[in-house]
């Protein structure tokens, strides 16, 4: 039997520009393709360290399996990790169709003032989005009115900070550092919100929401250790990306 070809991992080019390199991390997603399976081949904690979640985007390249949102996630935040002008943080969905609550998530961009995403889903306007928009807030209602096409009406947009380029770093992923429950905002509120949000972020102010959950760990008498914790974070993967 043919052996399938296994795509090549994108190499940055000092000629490409920055959207021409995210562009070329896209293809190579779109390459690995979509799974469409119901099993997922990569197991995803969230709570693990950065370098932990690094190891698994190294396995992902090696295998060539396909994959879903949140793997697209950890894989576009690897492949970028040696560009400091490109931020990456995630950026969350909770929507609404037909009686039932579907989640997804895509990799948030910002670099030079502008605002983009990378991703995978099963919809091509559900991932990736070109590094075109002036504001977060931008970028997120082009999220809410492509879900408008699919009937899905979006409940909670949550969004983290921005992920370190050390892909060595011991520190979780924050992943909603900001929840916002869209559903009872107006688009006005919802964009002062966001723009406040985006603007701390790019002055760097935000401290990680996690950085205060372990006084409230404690006071429960559980343990900090992420081991405890390990099978909500798993089964929540498993949902995501029903979109």
């Avoid at 396995?59 to 793997?71: A, G």
Wanted: with cysteine; hydrophobic share 30%; net charge positive.
């Amino acid at each position: 039997c043919v052996q399938p070809s296994v795509p090549p991992v994108p190499n940055y080019k000092l000629s490409m520009s920055i959207p021409e390199w995210l562009q070329a991390i896209q293809n190579y997603m779109k390459m690995l393709q979509y799974n469409h399976t119901g099993t997922q081949f990569f197991e995803i904690r969230k709570s693990r360290p950065l370098s932990g979640l690094m190891e698994t985007a190294k396995e992902m390249t090696r295998e060539s399996l396909p994959i879903k949102c949140l793997e697209a996630v950890i894989l576009g935040i690897y492949l970028t990790n040696g560009q400091p002008s490109v931020e990456r943080f995630p950026i969350s969905f909770k929507t609404h169709f037909s009686g039932n609550y579907f989640h997804h998530v895509v990799l948030g961009i910002y670099c030079n003032g502008r605002y983009g995403s990378l991703g995978m889903s099963r919809r091509s306007d559900l991932m990736d989005k070109p590094l075109t928009y002036r504001t977060l807030s931008d970028l997120i209602f082009e999220f809410e009115d492509s879900y408008k096409k699919y009937l899905h009406s979006v409940k909670k947009v949550k969004i983290g900070l921005y992920v370190p380029h050390e892909p060595h770093s011991f520190q979780p992923i924050e992943w909603k550092q900001m929840v916002l429950n869209v559903s009872k905002m107006t688009r006005s509120e919802v964009r002062k919100e966001l723009e406040k949000f985006a603007r701390d972020m790019r002055m760097k102010i935000l401290k990680p929401s996690s950085a205060h959950s372990p006084m409230k760990e404690r006071s429960r008498g559980k343990s900090l250790s992420p081991r405890r914790r390990q099978a909500s974070p798993q089964r929540r993967a498993c949902r995501r990306d029903k979109s």
